[in-house]
């Protein structure tokens, strides 16, 4: 109760300082339109989508997912520059001096995290469709994907929170929470299909967690190309999967996290 | 004796190896002040971190309130107030928010929250800029505003870690009058400070603290006696009129008089205060000698720090081999002794 409570009223903090330096929120925001942008008309062209119709609307409907998803593992950087910033100032002295719940000071960060993630998703979603992106199920189908894509943003925030405060920077936490994303966004499904890489390399891109989710929400999306033949074991059962890892990544980063803000000594 | 509102037995703690603290003990009774005094480095805000549950002592024992700050940091926390070296805000919220969100994670209600910020604000003058962000305040308006949010809940011990460092003298001034009102309200008070004056005005008790030991202890007075009682300083106009001047200042003399010939100043030590200076001018003016400046010196606490801190500098400086010998367990009792003990040594 105490918990919840103290989460909520630092979760509003965090919203509240979005709202007063809103060019965090809206740099946030051009860098995965870029990226729609890029792949679909840059790269889009090279790339064949198999099982995919010749339609040249084709790969967008593949690689929107992907981009999604990529979208909300970036809440990483937030929550691990956020983090670190309020450690490195006097405020986290007052939070951790008042008797307040242990775990709010993290869990309203990643609360807000979320919020900024779905404004990202609302945005993204209006360019998608405005350059020819639409889906292909039940609208509560559609629903529960972008639930499973703010899940997979929320577990990802927690590992934000991990690194910053584990780095004795903000700006270390910039980057150590973005370089790993990169190959681990790219080594999945995301961008291109998985069949078309080295065999050893497959292996990995099926059981990377971010494959899961955006293979998850492509199917309830209703983007997954109609001649696609999925085989591998964590594609065939997306959705499991990629609740699974998210949980999984909450339950561990969660509890690492809380364990080094209660022994932190500032 | 009323009981100890905050107490520390022994506490150590290292930082690699740097002996932050070196076993400190402290005692502050109930609505009284206690003022840690000592420069940077000597180990008051990491006191100051153990005493609020901040960090943890490698050794020794502390309780606020009564409760132990090891056992049930918890509770500890909901009966102390802390305002930092630096202010605790968030620049991003405006004052309002920033002591409604202290309120509500203090688990009051919204309502009873906001109502607690607008009293605060008001009271700290703050009522003008409650709806700006906090980024937008000067400094002395930011300490303020973190004063303000460790009084939220009204603690009963208060911590505040070099409350005026880097204020100007107005809003110093200022920032003194809202603690003199704090404790006259009953609060315990624990006040570190590098400033002799504040610590002179504000403290009950003071603590001389210095690489990670209380080196002494007493009331502003006690610690003024220590050094020794007051003076009367003359500085003759004539330095060939100095021989006779000492003659004639012999008899209120209770110790050796100092002499410093280029600055014409005599130095002797008397008791008697004010009556013993009249005495002195009439008998100075009577064998015909002309005084430039002429005062009665009070030690202040200046002379106390020096003495104490200057000497214990020196003697460790040109010591690292002795490091290995008998330490005193009790750095604070033998304040005096241990002072004059290195005095002895240089």
Same mark, same amino acid.
């Given at each position: 109760m105490t918990a919840m409570n103290d989460s909520f009223v630092v979760a509003k903090r965090n919203v509240r300082r979005m709202t007063r330096i809103p060019e965090v929120l809206v740099f946030g925001l051009i860098q995965p339109v870029m990226f729609v942008l890029l792949f679909t008309y840059v790269m889009g062209g090279a790339i064949t989508v198999p $099982?995919? =119709? =010749?339609?040249?609307?084709a790969y967008k409907q593949y690689l929107i997912a992907g981009i999604f998803a990529q979208t909300v593992t970036f809440a990483v950087a937030g929550a691990s520059a956020g983090i670190s910033e309020d450690m490195t100032k006097g405020l986290v002295d007052r939070f951790r001096s008042l008797p307040m719940a242990r775990g709010a000071v993290l869990t309203g960060r990643t609360l807000a995290d979320s919020v900024q993630t779905a404004l990202i998703l609302v945005v993204l979603s209006i360019v998608s469709l405005l350059i020819g992106w639409r889906t292909h199920n039940d609208l509560w189908k559609v629903f529960c994907g972008f639930l499973l894509l703010l899940l997979l943003g929320y577990a990802f925030s927690w590992i934000g929170a991990l690194i910053g405060l584990s780095v004795r920077s903000p700006e270390a936490a910039t980057s150590a929470g973005l370089v790993w994303l990169f190959p681990l966004t790219f080594i999945s499904n995301a961008f291109v299909p998985v069949a078309t890489m080295p065999g050893w390399l497959q292996p990995i891109a099926y059981w990377n967690p971010f494959s899961a989710t955006v293979q998850a929400v492509r199917q309830l999306f209703g983007n997954?190309?109609? $001649?696609m033949v999925q085989t591998a074991w964590p594609m065939k059962h997306a959705i499991p999967v990629s609740i699974g890892w998210s949980v999984l990544i909450i339950v561990v980063f969660r509890t690492l996290a809380v364990r080094k803000y209660r022994l932190a000594d500032g | 004796m009323s009981e100890a509102a905050i107490s520390a037995e022994g506490l150590v703690r290292t930082f690699g190896d740097v002996r932050a603290l070196d076993g400190v003990d402290l005692e502050v009774p109930e609505a009284t002040v206690l003022g840690l005094l000592g420069p940077n480095g000597a180990g008051k805000t990491t006191a100051v971190r153990v005493l609020t549950t901040l960090l943890r002592p490698d050794s020794g024992r502390a309780s606020v309130a009564g409760v132990d700050v090891l056992k049930h940091p918890d509770k500890v926390r909901s009966l102390i107030g802390l305002s930092g070296q630096y202010a605790a805000v968030d620049e991003y919220l405006t004052g309002q928010e920033n002591l409604q969100m202290v309120g509500e994670l203090y688990q009051m209600s919204a309502r009873e929250a906001k109502a607690r910020a607008r009293e605060l604000l008001k009271r700290f003058s703050l009522d003008d800029a409650a709806g700006r962000i906090a980024k937008t305040y000067s400094g002395g308006m930011r300490r303020r505003l973190d004063l303000a949010a460790a009084l939220v809940v009204r603690p009963p011990v208060m911590f505040l870690d070099e409350?005026?460092?880097?204020?100007?003298p107005r809003n110093r001034m200022a920032l003194w009058e809202v603690i003199e009102e704090l404790v006259g309200e009953g609060t315990t008070l624990l006040l570190t400070t590098q400033y002799l004056e504040e610590a002179d005005r504000l403290a009950h008790d003071i603590a001389v603290v210095d690489r990670g030991r209380v080196i002494a202890r007493g009331t502003a007075d006690q610690l003024k006696a220590q050094i020794g009682g007051e003076r009367v300083e003359v500085v003759v106009t004539d330095s060939a009129a100095l021989p006779l001047a000492v003659e004639a200042l012999a008899p209120y003399a209770i110790g050796e008089p100092t002499v410093e010939p280029h600055t014409r100043r005599i130095t002797v030590p008397v008791t008697g205060g004010a009556r013993v200076l009249a005495d002195v001018i009439r008998d100075l003016d009577a064998r015909g000698i002309l005084i430039h400046d002429i005062g009665l010196r009070r030690p202040t606490l200046d002379d106390v720090f020096l003495s104490l801190t200057g000497h214990v500098t020196e003697a460790e400086e040109g010591g690292d081999e002795d490091e290995g010998g008998p330490q005193s367990p009790d750095g604070e009792t033998g304040a005096g002794r241990r002072a004059g003990r290195k005095k002895a040594r240089v």
């Open positions: $099982g995919a =119709t =010749t339609d040249p609307n997954v190309p109609p $001649g | 409350p005026t460092t880097g204020l100007d």
